[in-house]
C-alpha cells in the first residue's frame, strides 16, 4: 500500500504539465471519461453492489444506502455532467483584468490552477466523477480520500476515469484515490502541505469540523445543511405546500434538503392539514411546535435540538410563527447558512427576506433543493461552501483557479 505522502508527491508531480496542458486535451479527457462511464455501467453498479451490501449489514440508514447507490440513471447523470464541464468554458488563462501604468509597465491579472486539490468525502460514489471532472477541466490534479463504505464503487470509477485521462494524454497521476482509508488518514492529508494546495471537506458535520480544526493546508468549508422554508402569509398556498413537500421528499439525505418549515399563523390553520397529510403519506415523521399540535395532535412534540439539527432523512421540524421577521429571526438562529427559502407573492418581503438572511444560497419560491452546481449550471460542484471567503455556495470551475499578476517591461527599473 502506498503512503499518502507518496501518493500525493505524485500528483504534485503531474501539476506541471497539468498548467500547460490544452484545453483541448482537457475536453478530450472529459469526453472519453463520460464514455468509460456509459460503457462501464453494469460494471459499476456491480461493485456499487458490494458496497450497499456491505452497508446494509453494518446497519447504516436508508438515506446513507441511498447516498451510496448507483443506478444506471445515476451513473448516466454522472456522464452528463462531465460533459457539461466538457461544454463550459475553461477558466484557466482567462484575463480578468488589466492595464497600462504610467511608467509603461503591462500588468495583466490571469487565472491560473490552484494545484493539487485533496477531497475527502462520503458515501457518495458520485462525487468521485464530479471532482475528477472539474479538476481535469481546470488543470488541477486531484487527491481523493472517499469512505470505506464506498470502497468498491470509488475504486473502479476512480480506475476507469484515469484510464480515459491517460488515453487522452493527461498523466494518470493527476487523479489519487488514497490506498489508505484509516481515520487517521485525514489528520495525515489536511496536513501534508508539502504537496497540497487545497483541502475539501465534504460530508458529516463532524467530518467536516474535524477537518477545519486540525488542517494546516488550506481548506474551504462545505457546511451541513440545515435548510428551511417559509411560507408567507401571501404566498400561493398551493405553490407553498407543493415546494415545502419538494423540498424535503425529493431526496431527504442530501444537504440542500428542508430540514425545518415555517408556517405563518395567518394561513397555518389552511396550509397546516394539506401539507402535513402530503409529508405523512410520503412517510415523514412531523415534530411540530405546540400550535402545530393544536391543528393536529398526532404529530410529535418538537425540541429545540430538532429546530438544530440536519436530520438527512424523513423526519421534519414544524413551527408556526407570527410574521417574516419571527420566521426570519428563527432561520438566523439555526442556520448553518446553505440554503433558506421564502414562498411569497410579496416583492417586498422577498426582497426583505433575501436582504436579511445571511446564506449562501436564498431561494424565492423555489425548492432549496436547487442548491447544486448542476441544476446552476457548473455542471457538477467541488461542493456547497457555507463559509465567506474566496468560494461561497455551489463552487466549480473558476473557483478552483487562482489568480497570477502577469507584468511586462521593457527595462523599466524601480527608482
Not at 2 to 17: D, V, Y
Not at 107 to 122: A, D, K, L, N, S
Not at 231 to 253: F, H, M, T, W
Not at 330 to 336: N, V
Amino acid at each position: 500500500m502506498r503512503t499518502i505522502e507518496e501518493q500525493c508527491k505524485l500528483a504534485w508531480e503531474a501539476t506541471g504539465f497539468l498548467r500547460t496542458v490544452s484545453t483541448g486535451v482537457k475536453n478530450d479527457a472529459l469526453k472519453k471519461m463520460a464514455a468509460a462511464l456509459r460503457t462501464n455501467a453494469t460494471l459499476i453498479i456491480t461493485e456499487n453492489k458490494k458496497d450497499l451490501e456491505s452497508g446494509k449489514t453494518a446497519g447504516l440508514s436508508d438515506a446513507l444506502i441511498d447516498r451510496l447507490r448507483l443506478t444506471e440513471a445515476r451513473i448516466e447523470s454522472m456522464a452528463q455532467g462531465l460533459e457539461v464541464i466538457l461544454n463550459l468554458a475553461d477558466p484557466v488563462g482567462e484575463i480578468t483584468s488589466g492595464s497600462v501604468r504610467p511608467n509603461g509597465l503591462k500588468i495583466r491579472q490571469v487565472r491560473v490552477p490552484i494545484g493539487v486539490i485533496g477531497i475527502i468525502y462520503e458515501a457518495r460514489p458520485n462525487v468521485t466523477s464530479d471532482v475528477v471532472g472539474l479538476c481535469i477541466k481546470s488543470g488541477n490534479a486531484v487527491v481523493l480520500r472517499g469512505s470505506s463504505s464506498a470502497e468498491n464503487s470509488n475504486q473502479i470509477i476512480a480506475k476507469l476515469l484515469q484510464e480515459a485521462a491517460q488515453a487522452a494524454g493527461i498523466p494518470a497521476n493527476a487523479i489519487q484515490l488514497l490506498d489508505d482509508l484509516t481515520r487517521e488518514s485525514v489528520k495525515t492529508l489536511v496536513t501534508c502541505n508539502q504537496y497540497l494546495d487545497l483541502v475539501i471537506p465534504r460530508g458529516s458535520e463532524t467530518l467536516i469540523k474535524s477537518v477545519i480544526q486540525n488542517a494546516t493546508v488550506p481548506a474551504i468549508e462545505t457546511g451541513s445543511g440545515n435548510c428551511h422554508v417559509y411560507i408567507d402569509n401571501e404566498a400561493d398556498l398551493d405553490q407553498a405546500i407543493a415546494i415545502a413537500i419538494n423540498a424535503k421528499v425529493s431526496r431527504p439525505s442530501v444537504c440542500n434538503s428542508c430540514e425545518t418549515i415555517l408556517i405563518h399563523s395567518a394561513v397555518a390553520n389552511h396550509v397546516a392539514p394539506q401539507l402535513f397529510s402530503a409529508l405523512q403519506a410520503k412517510g415523514v415523521e412531523i415534530r411540530g411546535c405546540s400550535r402545530s399540535k393544536a391543528i393536529d395532535p398526532k404529530i410529535i412534540s418538537v425540541t429545540d435540538d430538532d429546530f438544530q439539527t440536519e436530520f438527512l432523512d424523513l423526519i421534519v421540524a414544524i413551527r408556526i410563527v407570527d410574521s417574516i421577521d419571527d420566521a426570519i429571526a428563527h432561520i438566523q438562529k439555526y442556520s448553518t447558512r446553505h440554503s433558506e427559502a421564502i414562498v411569497t407573492q410579496n416583492i417586498a418581503k422577498a426582497t426583505k427576506f433575501t436582504t436579511e438572511i445571511d446564506a449562501a444560497c436564498v431561494l424565492v419560491n423555489a425548492s432549496t433543493r436547487f442548491t447544486d452546481g448542476g441544476e446552476f449550471g457548473l455542471g457538477a460542484e467541488m461542493g456547497i461552501s457555507t463559509q465567506k471567503l474566496h468560494a461561497r455556495g455551489p463552487f466549480g470551475l473558476k473557483e478552483l483557479t487562482s489568480l497570477k499578476y502577469i507584468v511586462n517591461g521593457q527595462g523599466q527599473i524601480r527608482e
